[in-house]
């Protein structure tokens, strides 16, 4: 007989003023309490190595696997990052479209030797070196993102090199390598400008900002831009759809009212933030000039003043989710400085509250670069990592609200693997009033990083999900109507959605939940060591597609036996609920 071995315990937090933030404190939890890298400048993002739907945490060369529970473990992957570094960029996506993610990391520093390496994920937690293109370049790489620039669902990716920051002898244009269906890559040798013009490129970013099909092209320039520290940034049309063929735009002020401004450029986000249906462009400047913010009103970009453009204090990421589950988007600004970070709440009325610099300073000292946002606990709302120089922090978001919220997983079919460039819209009714919201597959969204691939909906009151749209970056279109609202979806391109998961409830406490051993082998037990409030628990184990292989009610025990002996190998998700409440905990079985 194969059983499960449950049991409930806390650990300890430091609860912040705002928005509900925890921040996690934990001497035993290696994502909080490992020694912090002295560097500056690194990139996270949040990743799911082991295809288990929690997601894991990259940072500085390490991968902090997420074991549930809110507890996590350095992982032993075979990646090597020297440990002399003063900057990491990173990427993630699935470019063998085998169906696990693999990574792209750049480095900057000196000696400038390997500064980028690519690793393939062969689907056990592993990863192989792939460097075979890459071994020639020894200049020192800003960053590094993954994109499908062709629509032809191979993925390529793009390094930017920031010209003169390691001084005068470092003179190297940006490059472009275009994916092949063998895994392998070509270097793009077109006279496109951001190939061939030396510039102080720093990150890019890659967006559909006209939502014509095609991914556009967005690099921000940093300080050592002219004399005076500013200069305009770097803004490309894919010209894809219009001609059939792979090619760029320099967009001027004629085609795009802001190209020529003088920037500070660190990183650039296009978000629908009022709902309207286009997407506005936020951009992060460092110390030259003030961030801006163009809100787009049918294709005429207003620049706008918020609480956050109001300095011009070293700011490096924009980082944008619904983190109160109300329907629009929220903000978090990362700044070198002691003064420039921030969190803004979108007031859903085109204005933002700023709502805890202290918050982010509470954990990096008043200095932060790198930021990811992503569901990390399974518990519907976002939580976010952010990193200082030689600082880091982990904080959950515990929020209190009733808003009710959506999750959504893509995988490519005739699209890439990870489903890089798809858009998708959630209509719903919140508040009276039918809102359509809108998300973008990204591996390049915030400063030397990206967001969990994972896309978050909050839907405020809304009860259903009205609509469901994905615009694949191969033009498959697929929608779905009448969706339950607080739900983990998977969407496969192409294909209609499976049996409905099992609708999850958020917890107006969180336990954290322990299964041990997990991964399951051949014999286990289940047991419950907490005293529930009800006589009567009812266990419902759910396949990796939603579907329910497993339930049973029981009489409150503190061991409770379940017989899982029937079911395959594969991730499961366990949901045990005692009328009240409803505890979710990740299953994995070899």
Known sequence: MRTLLLFFCYFLTFTLFSQNFTLVKDSINPIVSEPTISGTYFGTAWTDIDNDNLLDLFYAGSIYRNLGSGNF???????????????????????????????????????????????SNNGAGKFI??????NTINSATWSVQWCDYNNDSN????????????????????????????GTFTEVVEDYEFLTKLAPYTVSNWVDYDADGDTDLFIASGPAAGPTGIAPDFIYKNLQ???????????TSTELSFAEELQDGQCYNAIDYDNDGDLDICLTNYSGTENKFYVNNNGTYIKTNTPFTQNNTSNLSNAWGDFDNDGDLDLII???STTGSGYFINNGNGTFTESGSNLINAATSGSSTGVTIGDYDNDGDLDFFVVGLGIKGLFRNDLTSKNHFVNIKLTGTSSNKAGLGARLEVKARINGKTIIQKREISASNTFMGHNSLRVHFGLGNANRIEKLTVYWP???????????????????EGKPLPNQPIKK????????????????????QLAISNIMTTKIISIKISNSIGQIVLEDTFKYNREIIIDTSKLSSGNYIVHIETGTKTFIKQLVIQ
């Open 73 to 119: 473990e350095i992982a032993d992957t075979g990646i090597v990052i020297p440990a002399a570094t003063s900057l990491n960029s990173c990427s993630w996506a699935d470019y063998e479209n085998d169906g696990d993610l693999d990574l792209i990391y750049s480095r900057f520093s000196t000696p400038a030797t390997l500064q980028t390496r690519m690793y």
């Open 129 to 134: 070196e792939k460097n075979t293109i890459l």
């Open 155 to 182: 993925l390529d990716f793009i390094l930017t090199f920031a010209d003169l920051f390691l001084g005068a002898n470092n003179h190297f244009p940006n490059r472009l390598y275009r994916g092949n269906s063998d």
């Open 241 to 251: 759809v219009e001609t059939g063929n792979e090619g760029f735009q320099k967009l």
């Open 334 to 336: 990362t700044a070198s």
């Open 474 to 492: 191969s033009a498959t279109i697929d929608t779905f109507t009448n969706l339950r609202i607080n739900q983990f979806y998977t969407i496969e």
């Open 505 to 524: 409830k958020v917890n107006s406490i969180d336990p954290s939940i322990i299964l041990y051993p997990n991964p399951l082998n051949n014999t286990v």
